[in-house]
């Protein structure tokens, strides 16, 4: 192997470097030299010798050149002679290049960044050891990996047979931490853990050491963290002394006894974690629930189930193990409660898996699926273009050189070399626009990512690692491919026609480049639609009416933990907000405890489970309940249609509701002191108004009911203040004021209903930004095609336009002419656009709001606004054939 | 691209000879191309001749497959020369090609003989 690699050494040297060939003119030349000197020793004249010596030697040229043949590449050596002439070539025609590789480039940089995010959320292996021996427990149904109780695992980890081991962690939850090792409030990221998660997982704790079986003794007990890589430099810079360092949560002091190998972040795709903590901590991180019951009961689901297959096992009899496990358990249970319990009855029915976990909890997968599949759809469409518009423009070069070409093959150059030559600078420019690709898709990443995270606290590492880097030199290479068609096809036609007829100059019309044109504009039409209408989906959310002000600081108050009883809690936040009222230019202020704009919020698809006073009610309406507190209607602006608004007491049964609930539940009757219960059973409550309409989940939702209940004993809950003037330093100066009396009590960073919807409609931006950013990049590019064509062909048709000219042809009359060829691209593009627009726009349908799918005015603006840039394109050319001076051009000729 | 077509570098020599006359005229030590020439023609009583360019294509192919290996030094009378020597596969070579070629050798006369 270091002989072959010697050779190859040498090889490369031999080629790459003119050292070689000095020194075998150093070799031949002393040769030369000596053999002269030994004839002139034997008496003859120098001249005689150099002559003699010479016909001894042979021609030193042709030694060398044989001895270069020897140890070169040829290949390599060709390939290094076109890369120079590419290089010429380009710096020879400057704007071609620039063109030709920067939309090259957004093609290739669009499907780089896709297949980035692709390869991060779809088919990325979690970075551990042996990611193939992970396990997950799950069932059939459901996304991503089932929750089970801490009960059923403590069961298959005993029940293992040795065949698995099984750890467990919780979903990631976000707890505040406050005021730890002196530095400022944050939310942490914090999963709760089995002692053995790492283990099993297989992930290293590369700094302090990993949880311990004594970190989970007992309930209640293992103040101890491990942080991720990423937490420890965010928050506390990388610090060697973290291991010296606690951080808050929910009143209790955390140790940081380890820092997780960089990479690591937890089983869950898409959601970080910061810092795990021991599963034994749920009672106080997580309070209200019997979490860590381990006889089977009435236990809370809560936890993901992990596993590492032991050494030999096979995931089959791992498999078979787990639900032996899970069936011994599922019997204890029943005999407990009794077998006829419908919980027995539901954990019985659902099917269980042992599945490959090596791809991690994905639960987010199947919400970017589609996202995904669409962003695919339109980038690919996107690279075709990029891609037919480097052929149009090599078409349009091989054009420009034909005569060159045909004097080469004249003079006998190998169409294979000419060929070569053509592919090198295809795949010159192609890897530079990669280069520049490369730069684009971070970019686009970032940008993409900070509008994916105001939507949902997610987090990828995206990034241009070496599968991404190869995913882009493929497309590198297919770019390259599709520039080369256009020479080869030239320099066979040319080689033939040469043989034919001895070569004709004259060019004939490029049809295919007319025919690429239209495709290209067609999917500008395409995708300028669908960017249209998803521009008018977010004007319509944006601008609709909520049923209530947008103006309105929304401040998150809570008050938790140990030592505060919900009651005190409630009055100390009452408290706050009547002072809050008091301050001068607050209209109102008012409590509510449930979410609002928020599309995870829950709702009822239906109302079978709703009872009037007089039997069920009708319909299949969307509803939902919110928690409202004193003052809420008036701090939010919604207008109350009939009856009054909650009292102030709370009134126990009290319920206002909304239009639509009270024509779900009392049709067109009037509700005032109606009755009605949630579900079966539950306690009836009174009508006491009836509120308008109000967005109160999403800002698409027109109809969806609203049980509006008073908020009671609550420890967390949202302040909603209206202002009497919504200038921008009242708002700060109310700002400042309420944070000075809340205090504490504030748990997080003040917002606006405004903000809110923004961040409601995330999704929504998000999208359109991205459609409405690619359909301008690939109108420019078709736009550039056209403007390369339609120059092209100007240039190549002077002599016929000087001679119209001259026979008397005005300038307007020419201008004419190259507009209407322009046309005849720009018109057939649009008529058929329009069948392939309604086609595609059929499946954005279910994204629109307030639009329709076939709306006539956006395709009425983007076949105008394509008609106008893309002739646009076409006006420079045109203008220039109508200033050809024919007495210049006939000189020149 | 045409290349101009490959010229046998032996010249009248018989095809593949030059290596094993170069690789025995190592044996005896490094040298320099001049000087394995010189000996080249000595040793044959300039029987063999060839062209003494087209030793150097020959040296440079034997250096890239390793059965010779080379440095620089100076002659006798101090010039600066490129030095060849037998590596230790290039021994092993002579050896094989010499049995090779004595085997031929004995072979073609046995057939003159014959006649």
Known sequence: MPRLLKRLLLRLRATLSPQQDRETRIELDLHLRLLEEEFVSQGMTPDDARRLARREFGNPAVFQEMSRDVVSFHWLEDLVRDLRYAGREMRRAPGFTVIAVSSLAVGIGAATATFAVTEAVMLRPLPVRSPERVIAFTTADGNGWATWSYAAYA??????????????????????????????????????????????????????????????????????????????????????????????????????????????????????????????????????????????????????????????????????????????????????????????????????????????????????????????????????????????????????????FLIRLALGGGQWRVIRESAAECLALAAIAGVVALAFANWAISIAMVLVSALEPLDFAIGLNTRVMMFAAGCVMIAAGFGVWPSTRMVRSLAMSSMRQGGAIAGTRPVANRIMLIGQLVVCAILMFGAGLLLRTVINLRTQDLGYERNVLLIPIGVEGPGHPAEAAAALMEQSRQRIAAIPGVLAAGVFGSPLLDNRAYWVDGSEGLRTDRGEASGGTKWTFAFVGPGFFDAVGMQLVHGRRLSESGQGSEVVINESLARALFGEGDAIDRHFAMNPGAPMLTVVGVMQNARQISPRDRDVGVAYLPIRGYGRATLAVRLANPSLSQAASVRQQAQAILGDVQSGPITTISQELERSIAAERLTSAIALFLSALVVAIGCIGIYALMTYDVTRRQREFGVRLTLGATAGRLLATVLRDGAAIVVPALALGLPAQLATSRLLASQLYGVDARDLWTLASVAILLLVVAMGAVFRPAWLASRIDPTTLLRHE | MARPPARPPQGELLQGTLPLLILRTLATGPNHGFAIARRIRQISKAVLRIEQGSLYPALHRMELDGIIDSYWGTTENNRKAKYYRLTRRGTRELASETERWNSIAAAVAAVLQEG
């Open chain 1, 155 to 404: 069961r298959w980890q005993r029940g293992s047979a040795g065949l698995y081991e099984a750890a467990a962690a919780s979903d990631v939850r976000s707890l505040r931490s406050r005021r730890s090792s002196g530095l400022p409030p944050e939310d942490v990221a914090v999963s709760l853990v089995s002692g053995n998660y790492f283990e099993v997982i297989g992930a290293r704790v590369v700094f302090g050491r990993a949880l311990a079986a004594s970190d989970v003794g007992s309930p209640g007990r293992g103040a101890v963290a491990i942080v991720s890589d990423g937490f420890w430099r965010r928050r506390f810079g990388g610090a060697a002394d973290v291991l010296t360092k606690t951080i808050e949560l929910s009143g209790v002091q955390f140790t940081v006894v380890g820092v997780a190998e960089s990479g690591f972040t937890g089983h869950a795709v898409g959601y970080p974690v910061d810092v795990w903590v021991p599963l034994t901590m749920q009672p106080v991180l997580l309070p209200g629930m019997p979490g860590l019951q381990d006889s089977p009961g009435k236990e809370a689901r809560w936890l993901k189930v992990v596993g590492r297959l032991g050494a030999n096992a096979r995931i089959e009899r791992a498999d078979a193990a787990a639900r032996l496990a899970r069936q011994v358990f599922l019997t204890e249970k029943a005999v407990q409660l009794g077998a006829d319990i419908p919980e027995v009855a539901r954990d019985r029915a659902e099917s269980f898996r042992l599945v490959a976990g090596a791809s991690g909890d994905g639960a987010v997968r199947p919400q970017f699926g589609r996202p995904l599949t669409f962003l695919a759809l339109i980038t690919a469409l996107v690279l075709i273009v990029a891609c037919t518009n480097f052929t149009n423009l090599m078409f349009a070069r091989a054009e420009a050189r034909r005569r060159e």
